[in-house]
């Protein structure tokens, strides 16, 4: 039986990029040999350093890559990660966790039917109604696929809730996305979560980072959601696509490729690194708040 990870970039070549920071900081911090695999639309540069590489074909260059995984992954079992994501220790304790999970794993909560949340996602599964489980949630960042029979249709399926979103549309997410899309699926198949995802991983978006160090495999943060202070455990941190372009990210990112080449970071780079970070922001913000007509300007921060 094989086993693996993978991450999938398709597209511009920013995604590449995070894809190979993920993979250099898996390698920082796993020794154990297990291949690390991408998922994409094109070899390049990027996708030579890894150990396996499978290019998709009729790639959409969205999320809708991501849930033809079952389709794609290329071991026996495999961890997805995505690939804007760093690791940050040794990701072997991974095993234990989809030790117990279904053939296609989800990382979140089986939802209580009677509560407002398990409501709402029994109302929105309307003519599946019938087939459906448990409700269940899940949040991106890590999937676990196990090649079985038992995963017949799962793609099809996945396609189909995509195409009818209007009837499966969830309030307060106008669109679709693999988070909306996936826990569907996976109650229909009685896949339940084995795991909360908060107990694996960190997702920016939702926290204030404390503290962070990428090379020592150092993080503390406090989870909005609870206000509960976390990082024990932790075994990768989950930017979200906006975050990339920020300090942090950039920052590690530029630390661990010094590290992989076994040298010291300079302190100018850093600085220009920083100032690129800053001005992606202030730009970012412009762009939220509508200011077109400043950035058509070229104005220099």
Same mark, same amino acid.
């Given at each position: 039986?094989?086993?693996?990870?993978?991450?999938?970039?398709?597209?511009?070549?920013?995604?590449?990029?995070?894809?190979?920071?993920?993979?250099?900081?898996?390698?920082?911090?796993?020794?154990?040999?297990?291949?690390?695999?991408?998922?994409?639309?094109?070899?390049?540069?990027?996708?030579?350093?890894?150990?396996?590489? +499978?290019?998709? $074909?009729?790639?959409? =260059?969205?999320?809708? *890559?991501? %849930?033809? #995984?079952?389709? !794609? +992954?290329?071991? $026996?079992?495999?961890? =997805?990660?995505?690939? *804007?994501? %760093?690791? #940050?220790?040794? !990701?072997?304790?991974?095993?234990?966790?989809?030790?117990?999970?279904? *053939?296609?794993?989800?990382?979140?909560?089986?939802?209580?039917?009677?509560?407002?949340?398990?409501?709402?996602?029994?109302?929105?599964?309307?003519?599946?109604?019938?087939?459906?489980?448990?409700?269940?949630?899940?949040?991106?960042?890590?999937?676990?696929?196990?090649?079985?029979?038992?995963?017949?249709?799962?793609?099809?399926?996945?396609?189909?809730?995509?195409?009818?979103?209007?009837?499966?549309?969830?309030?307060?997410?106008?669109?679709?996305?693999?988070?909306?899309?996936?826990?569907?699926?996976?109650?229909?198949?009685?896949?339940?979560?084995?795991?909360?995802?908060?107990?694996?991983?960190?997702?920016?978006?939702?926290?204030?980072?404390?503290?962070?160090?990428?090379?020592?495999?150092?993080?503390?943060?406090?989870?909005?959601?609870?206000?509960?202070?976390?990082?024990?455990?932790?075994?990768?941190?989950?930017?979200?696509?906006?975050?990339?372009?920020?300090?942090?990210?950039?920052?590690?990112?530029?630390?661990?490729?010094?590290?992989?080449?076994?040298?010291?970071?300079?302190?100018?780079?850093?600085?220009?690194?920083?100032?690129?970070?800053?001005?992606?922001?202030?730009?970012?913000?412009?762009?939220?708040?509508?200011?077109?007509?400043?950035?058509?300007?070229?104005?220099?921060?």
């Amino acid at each position: 039986m094989t086993k693996g990870f993978v991450t999938v970039a398709t597209g511009r070549e920013m995604y590449y990029v995070m894809a190979r920071n993920l993979l250099m900081s898996y390698r920082f911090h796993n020794h154990d040999g297990l291949p690390f695999a991408i998922i994409c639309d094109k070899e390049n540069k990027y996708t030579r350093e890894f150990d396996d590489v +499978v290019v998709m $074909d009729s790639p959409m =260059f969205s999320y809708l *890559d991501k %849930l033809r #995984l079952p389709e !794609l +992954v290329p071991y $026996d079992e495999t961890i =997805f990660i995505d690939a *804007d994501s %760093l690791v #940050l220790r040794d !990701l072997g304790g991974l095993w234990d966790i989809t030790a117990k999970s279904p *053939d296609y794993g989800i990382y979140g909560a089986v939802l209580d039917p009677d509560s407002e949340e398990g409501r709402i996602e029994l109302e929105r599964s309307g003519s599946l109604r019938e087939r459906m489980h448990s409700p269940c949630s899940c949040q991106g960042g890590m999937r676990f696929v196990r090649k079985s029979p038992g995963l017949d249709g799962f793609v099809d399926l996945s396609m189909y809730i995509m195409r009818h979103y209007d009837e499966f549309r969830k309030p307060g997410h106008p669109k679709p996305s693999d988070d909306m899309i996936l826990p569907l699926v996976c109650s229909i198949y009685d896949f339940p979560p084995s795991e909360d995802w908060s107990r694996i991983f960190c997702f920016l978006p939702d926290s204030v980072i404390k503290e962070f160090d990428l090379l020592k495999g150092k993080i503390r943060y406090v989870w909005k959601v609870t206000g509960e202070e976390m990082g024990p455990g932790c075994y990768f941190l989950h930017f979200g696509n906006k975050a990339t372009k920020e300090w942090l990210y950039n920052r590690e990112s530029y630390r661990l490729s010094r590290a992989a080449g076994g040298l010291e970071p300079s302190k100018m780079a850093l600085g220009v690194i920083w100032m690129r970070s800053m001005l992606a922001k202030v730009l970012n913000k412009a762009k939220s708040l509508g200011y077109k007509a400043a950035l058509k300007l070229n104005v220099k921060v």
